[in-house]
């Protein structure tokens, strides 16, 4: 990516400007940082009681018999958001989905084993085993670099 910066005495206010041949996450994600968004909270609901969770803490998000789940290695938090709604608040540099009822920290994940024929198995730092469905191995494995 190239980055030009031009000096105009008469400019009031800086403005900045993205030329590109098709808009990319590389090109969202720049967009993101540059308009000041910053992640959304994200509250979870344990015994009456909620919790802002931190996104540097949640080890997965998942969806169980109907509901939205937030596991960190504090415990497991109902949240009452979609997943795609909580998908949309973590930050997609640290969070990747990995089936159409799960999304995954990648900070937190131990290991991948690739071993299983046309699957990831995906243990993470609190002991839970899931699986990358087949629909998401091609984007893990872009993800990973392999």
Partial sequence: MKVEIRVDASCEEPKI???TNRVTDEINELVQKLSG?????????QDGQAKILDQSEIVRVFTSGGKVFAESEAGQYTVRLRLYELEERLD??????ISNAEVVNLGKVKEFDLSLAGT????MTN???TYVSRRYVTKIKQVLGI
């Fill in 37 to 45: 968004c910053t992640p959304q909270m994200i509250v979870g609901f």
């Fill in 17 to 19: 400007l993205v030329i």
């Fill in 127 to 129: 002991g839970a085993v």
């Fill in 92 to 97: 997609g540099r640290r969070f990747a989905r």
């Fill in 120 to 123: 990831i198995c995906v243990r």
